[in-house]
């Protein structure tokens, strides 16, 4: 019963995470940044568990009953943090859909978070006093695995938070009443019965004062449509994606394109269809095919169900109009099509998921995929006249991207600043003149884009200043695949709007200096190693969702599998150095720390051999997966049996994490590339394993 405990331990832990982590997403709108001060918390919180409570595990007399007490109040406090998540909004006096700052965001995730984070690292020194830590180590990671399984695959897709929460609940609850022996703590089963009503509850307080009409969980986030005088709001993660109907959107988002073709057939519409943009596409008389790709389904069922008339224009034009439930990236690399027009129509990358969409590599695969004389454009918010330093340089980055593969760029102002391009052999025609020629010919009905309208916005004076604003400089740099740097500029225009510019990077200097102080103020050279590994897994982890993100486009899809993967490479590992000690611990830990230092370039190199490899990186990365988890997992129980305290252990490696979690997700990876952070991940483990190696030789294992 008690590896069973155990492993529920870490089955619970990272269900939760995942559940709350989402639940955060919608409230701070998922970007990278928030994701790692969310899980920067995630795992502080954790830490304190286990470094305080490790010290009342130490000294108890009977751990079962702690474990079982722990185990207790884990089952109440799941859903205890899922309504503090869903009400922290409304007790913020923030609108849904409004967005809040880095301030907001860290200490709504600090306290949310605190309760059952706490708890959980508690547990683990708990378990310490009845098993020895590498093998509690090996039992928790085999539960994360199977718990990262069971909700991608299960019950994300098909359970609400609360149902999920309850569910675990009533395991912790059997967990504890065997533990402690105790059935009297059975009666405590009948609280999680109750747990699902408060879905419909926490809802209402979460979307107080808006009519919502309906809500839906996706693999890839959280959708829900709330009505309005004129119509709907569609809401992703806590943003609004579209407005239904959005006329002055849908007309904006494909005439500037369509018009600059002089006889469009073929269109490519990569995301925000569902405004009418593919009816607007459809009235150009000559498009004969537009191939829509969304990449959530869910999307698409909600607006067969709540936006119906939409729906049924987009149903009345099936013939011409050809859905896709598939990444627009994924697909562009499939299709044998050729298209006259393709249109990016997604928000700015704010995350690096989307960033994926406006690479050198991206704007090489759309143009592979034109037609002759066909255009490829993307559009972004703006002013009408100033432009801001940091969207200067923004903009500037994108510019200077897509120069790099159409030598023809027409660039419009207003709110809304449109990059049109095309290759060498089509010259554009970037006046408002031609564009209106075109739009008489073809007798399109709009009301914004048209007579008055394009003159105005098309001015020759405006277009040349903007021109001279956003003009690439000699030191700009192009986005690319494994060098995001246009989400690094767009982080920091989202940091502008809190009055600050590098947060992310101050936070992620201040934990670093706090975590990696920790062991070497204690003079804990094994501590010091399992730090620098601890930070070095989470960012082999990241740059492996990235890198199979930015090569294949569907990491969402295939999650599960690389972070079970992951999780299985720990328990092997784990379970090789409980089973085969090594003799000499403290060479083990010198080589164990050079493979780290090795890995992150070794990762690096193999990453850009597969970009071209596709269908053998399919298959290459679970097993790299499984190699980076190997290193943490071999590590610890081999410096558990060097180290006296399990609990300060565990904390120490869930502060690199920590540390690892801001710095690689809020600004080493987007501003520094691939490569030159597996640099930096080379020299954070080049001291430990140099100090690793010293104590080898002068103190070896008798």
């Known amino acids: 019963m008690l590896s069973t405990a ?75 943090s899922i309504y503090a998540v869903r009400a922290s909004k409304t007790l913020l006096g923030a609108l849904p859909g409004e967005m809040l700052g880095p301030g907001a965001m860290f200490l709504v995730s600090c306290a949310s978070l605190s309760l059952f984070c706490f708890l959980s690292g508690g547990l683990f020194p708990a378990s310490a006093r009845l ?47 065997a533990l402690a022996r105790r059935p009297a703590i059975l009666a405590l089963l009948l609280v999680p019965i109750g747990l699902p009503r408060l879905e419909s509850i926490s809802r209402a307080f979460e979307w107080r004062g808006f009519d919502l009409a309906a809500v839906r969980n996706s693999p890839y986030g959280n959708l ?77 069922d909600l607006a067969r169900t709540q936006f119906p008339r939409e729906w049924a224009a987009l149903q009345a034009n099936h013939a011409r109009v050809h859905i896709r439930n598939i ?27 989307l960033n994926r ?40 980055c994108i510019y200077k991207t897509l120069g790099a593969v159409f030598p023809h760029i027409a660039v419009i102002p207003g709110e809304t600043v449109h990059f049109i391009a095309c290759p060498a052999a089509y010259i554009l025609a970037a006046d408002a003149p031609a564009l209106l020629a075109r739009l008489r010919a073809r007798h399109l009905q709009t009301s914004y884009v048209r007579e008055y309208y394009l003159p105005f916005r098309m001015s020759a004076d405006r277009m040349r200043d903007l021109a001279a604003q956003i003009l690439p400089h000699a ?58 590994m601890g930070f070095t897994m989470i960012g082999l982890e990241m740059l492996l969702l990235l890198g199979f993100q930015a090569i294949y ?25 409980l089973r085969f000690p090594p003799r000499r611990p403290m060479r083990a830990m010198a080589i164990t720390q050079l493979a780290a230092a090795l890995a992150p370039l070794t990762l690096y190199c193999i990453l850009i051999a597969l970009a071209p490899a596709q269908a053998a990186g399919r298959i290459l990365f679970p097993l790299l997966a499984f190699l980076s988890g190997a290193l943490g997992g071999y590590q610890f129980p081999v410096a558990a049996k060097l180290f006296a305290n399990a609990g300060a252990l565990y904390a120490l490696d869930l502060a690199g994490s920590c540390l690892g979690a801001i710095v690689f997700s809020a600004w080493l990876i987007p501003l520094a590339g691939f490569r030159n952070t597996a640099l930096l991940m080379a020299a954070v483990n080049a001291a430990p394993t140099w100090l690793s190696a010293a104590d080898a030789r002068r103190k070896p294992a008798p």
């Not at 990444?327 to 998921?353: H, K, M, V, W």
């Not at 034109?370 to 500037?396: C, K």
Request: proline fraction near 5%; aromatic fraction near 10%.
């Open 553 to 577: 486009g569907y990491v969402y899809q295939q999650l599960a599998i690389l972070t079970a993967a992951f999780m299985a490479g720990m328990a092997a590992a784990s379970w090789r150095a």
């Open 327 to 353: 990444d627009g990236r994924l697909f562009l690399r499939a299709t044998p099509s050729r298209y006259d027009a393709i249109i990016i129509n997604l928000p700015e990358p704010q995350t690096a998921q």
């Open 357 to 396: 969409f406006y690479t050198l590599e991206f704007f090489r695969e759309a143009a592979r995929k034109l037609a002759p004389g066909g255009v490829v454009t993307v559009a972004f918010p703006s002013s009408e006249n100033y432009i801001s330093p940091e969207r200067g340089d923004f903009l500037r």
């Open 224 to 300: 829900a449509v709330v009505r309005t005088e004129d119509g709907a709001s569609l809401f992703e993660n806590g943003l609004v994606i579209a407005n239904v109907p959005d006329p002055a959107a849908a007309e904006e988002a494909v005439h500037f394109a369509l018009l600059e073709h002089p006889a469009p057939r073929t269109l490519l519409l990569i995301g925000g269809g569902i405004n009418g943009s593919v009816t607007q596409a459809l009235l150009h008389p000559s498009l004969e095919s537009v191939d829509y790709v969304e990449l959530d389904p869910a999307i698409l």
């Open 131 to 177: 098993r020895d830590a590498g093998s509690v180590y090996l039992l928790e990671a085999l539960g994360a695995g199977a718990g990262g399984l069971l909700a991608t695959l299960v019950l994300i897709p098909y359970g609400t938070p609360f149902q999920i929460a309850a569910l675990l609940a009533a395991m912790n609850l059997l967990a504890a009443a």
């Open 475 to 532: 030191s700009t740099p192009v986005n690319r695949d494994f060098a995001p740097i246009a989400y690094y500029f767009d982080e920091i225009l989202w940091n502008t709007r809190f009055h600050g510019r590098y947060t992310g990077l101050w936070v992620a200097l201040m934990i670093c200096v706090a975590m990696f102080a920790v062991p070497l103020g204690a003079g804990r050279r094994v501590g010091l190693s399992v730090s620098a």
């Open 6 to 80: 155990i492993i529920l331990t870490g089955f619970t832990a990272l269900i939760a995470q995942i559940v709350l982590m989402r639940e955060l997403m919608v409230v701070f709108y998922g970007n990278e940044i928030s994701l790692g001060m969310m899980l920067a918390n995630w795992l502080l919180w954790t830490a304190l568990g286990s470094g305080v409570l490790g010290r009342l595990a130490a000294r108890v007399k009977r751990p079962r009953v702690l474990m079982a007490a722990l185990e207790c109040l884990l089952a109440g406090a799941l859903p205890l």
